[in-house]
């Protein structure tokens, strides 16, 4: 099919679908790993081009927790506030349910500089990780309850009398409640909680103590939860109460998962965000933005529903009929999978966007090519708030479009043909005007200074500003100024054991492969390294089940159930499997996981489910547990 085929028969189809149900009835799908300026053609696109309120971005399924707390903390979200240069001189370095030695290889560099200056390294996570076993201290907590764990670590504070009042009193507000809820949180009872034993305890809380400085890390691993933002609030806590935080070597922050995955939160590809992290539910947002696109701020539609609703409301009234999906393998990340399949079976138009044949590719109606990586420029923004230059390093295919081209020739197809521009350096001058003010305000960045090789930070207001590499140094962006503590409760997960599922699932990365291992189960050397999904599993459990390596395992949970093959190791906790989420078809991790959300930052439960196992006889060469071609 020729691309003015394709055009026409999206534009089409498009025009039908509206005609009868109305512009909300066409929603697009985004993803971590478009550049900025394709994440904002996106936003426009949608909501001036398509005049809809929906459109999420598969960032809703990793950072969206993390987002939602800085927030409500420091009152802006940048992933790191500081340089990843700090880590090096942090004496203490606080990971909670982060596994960088497999899932961000690079940020190791740092780690291995501060553990050899003397520095020490404490790890929070249920499996004994890589990064776990380069740790000076691993807590391996039971899955789900590291909001006891943060709170209980703060009681053992207190009662050394290990806080800066002087930073509390001049710099926060709530820690009042927040004193007199950890009074609950005495060892024993976080013992009893989290499987961490009261020796554990006061030995991480003696560290913490005496720490001149300490830079504490989130990220997936107790993020992805029903009660993500609260786990992250409890740490942050932790890190104000000790006044860790606006100093050299010192602060919070969260480990951002995807490639673009902070820049791609920061200007409209999320539900209810405009460029520069506005929001839509702002009038004075609204117009700023509207006076740059030329548009009445009426004209814009409201915030539209996360992603797990989106899907939910395909075929109802008021829901979508149409998706447009770029970047992102939907079929194999989302949550609870069979209940996406039927989703997006009810759609009447999926069009996908990429530059490999994914899971979610094969279903849709169209699939339009788009240029790989390296196939074109653009700018990104990595966990630091760093603005950095991709420049294009090989011609794309004959007939593979960019994502902006294929943004800018649907626009003129639906009669807005000067909405979109085709040139990256343009689009990127125009999300700069966009942006102007906003809490991540990109007015002063160009591609002349990326090209340069600056070093680039937001928020950077103009020109002549040399951006921001560290926050909070005098005050945080807040109406008064201040860091807000947050007094968060435990609560006992959803997702519970009993006897028909006695286990504990979660679900995480492999060093061999990336997301949904759509690009690297296509290189040859990852693919050997790991061909194959598998349950992993503690000796004791093995023993108790009577399997070996190499055995098969039906996995099931309340939602779904899939076969694997063991792979027995001592790095968990015997209470506890674990499955890679990166292979499709019918080794699927999230065919065992609930679509339960956190309520606030709706962000689904990737890392807990409760499981019942059984052996399987099966021979090696029948075993579901294959590499995805996705």
């Known amino acids: 099919m020729a691309w003015s085929e394709a055009l026409e028969f999206v534009g089409a189809g498009i025009e039908r679908l509206v005609a009868t149900h109305g512009r909300d009835v066409v929603g697009t799908f985004g993803g971590g790993g478009l550049t900025n300026e394709a994440a904002y053609a996106l936003g426009k696109f949608t909501r001036v081009v398509l005049g809809s309120r929906h459109i999420d971005y598969n960032g809703r399924f990793c950072m969206a927790s993390a987002a939602t707390a800085l927030q409500q903390t420091f009152g802006i979200d940048r992933g790191l506030p500081f340089p990843l240069e700090d ?14 030695a497999e899932t961000m290889p690079p940020l190791m560099q740092y780690l291995d500089r501060q553990k050899a200056r003397g520095g020490s390294l404490i790890v929070v996570d249920p499996r004994r990780t890589p990064t776990a076993d380069a740790a000076t201290l691993h807590l391996q907590p039971t899955p789900g309850t590291d909001v006891a764990l943060a709170n209980g670590l703060l009681y053992l504070l207190l009662r050394r009398s290990a806080l800066d ?4 009193d001049a710099r926060t507000t709530g820690f009042e409640a927040v004193r007199r809820l950890v009074q609950q949180y005495w060892p024993d009872r976080v013992e009893r909680i989290t499987g961490v034993s009261v020796a554990a305890l006061e030995r991480a809380a003696e560290v913490l103590a005496q720490a001149k400085t300490l830079i504490l890390l989130t990220a997936r691993g107790i993020e992805q939860s029903t009660h993500g933002v609260e786990a992250v609030l409890a740490f942050a806590n932790v890190s ?28 409209g590809q999320k539900a209810d965000q405009l460029p520069g992290y506005r929001k839509l539910s702002d009038p004075d947002h609204r117009a700023a933005v509207a006076r740059v696109w030329g548009i009445s701020a009426d004209a814009l539609p409201p915030p539209g529903p996360p992603a797990l609703d989106l899907f939910e409301g395909i075929g109802t009234a008021g829901g979508v009929r149409a998706l447009l999906v770029f970047g992102s393998n939907l079929v ?28 979610t590719a094969k279903l849709a109606d169209l699939v339009l090519p788009v240029c790989h990586f390296s196939e074109h420029e653009g700018s990104l923004t990595n966990l630091e708030g ?21 943004l800018a020739l649907l626009a003129a197809r639906l009669g807005s043909p000067n909405a979109i521009s085709r040139d990256p350096e343009e689009t990127f001058a125009e999300l700069a005007r966009a942006s102007s003010g906003g809490p991540a305000d990109y007015a002063g960045f160009d591609y002349g200074r990326l090209r340069a090789g600056q070093e680039l930070f937001w928020p950077c207001p103009s020109a002549d500003h040399a951006g921001t590499p560290r926050l909070f140094a005098e005050t945080f962006p807040t109406p008064d100024g201040r860091a807000r503590f947050s007094a968060v409760e435990y609560r006992e997960s959803s997702e519970r054991t009993d006897e028909a599922f006695p286990y504990f699932l979660t679900t995480g990365r492999l060093l061999a492969h990336y997301q949904t291992a759509t690009q690297t189960s296509r290189v040859p050397t990852l693919a050997r390294a790991e061909p194959v999904s598998f349950v992993a599993l ?8 009577k399997v070996h390596d190499g055995d098969f395992l039906r996995v099931r949970s309340r939602y779904g159930e ?53 052996p399987v006889r099966l021979s090696p060469d029948q075993g579901p547990g294959r590499r995805a071609t996705s």
Not at 87 to 100: D, S, W
Not at 386 to 406: H, K, N
Not at 538 to 545: E, S
């Open 87 to 100: 880590l090096a001189g942090a004496e203490v370095v606080l990971l909670v349910g982060a596994n960088p």
């Open 165 to 168: 009042r002087a930073f509390i």
């Open 240 to 267: 104000l109460a000790l006044g860790q935080v606006g100093r050299a070597s010192a602060g919070f922050g969260c480990l951002t998962g995807q490639g673009n995955g902070q820049g791609g939160r920061e200007h």
């Open 332 to 359: 194999v990340s989302a949550p609870n999978a069979q209940r996406t399949l039927a989703a997006l079976g009810r759609l009447e138009l999926l069009v996908v966007c990429d530059a490999f044949l994914s899971d």
């Open 386 to 406: 760093r603005l950095l230059w991709r420049r294009q390093v090989a011609p794309p295919p004959p007939d593979v479009r960019t994502d902006l081209e294929i």
């Open 538 to 545: 503690h000796p004791v459990l093995a023993a108790t089940l």
């Open 562 to 614: 899939v076969v694997l093959p063991v792979r027995i190791t001592a790095t968990l906790r015997p209470d506890t499997v674990f499955v890679p989420f990166h292979f499709g078809g019918p080794a699927r991790a999230n065919l065992l996981t609930s679509g339960l959300v956190d309520p606030v930052s709706k962000i689904p439960e990737f890392k807990l489910a409760a499981v019942n196992l059984e």
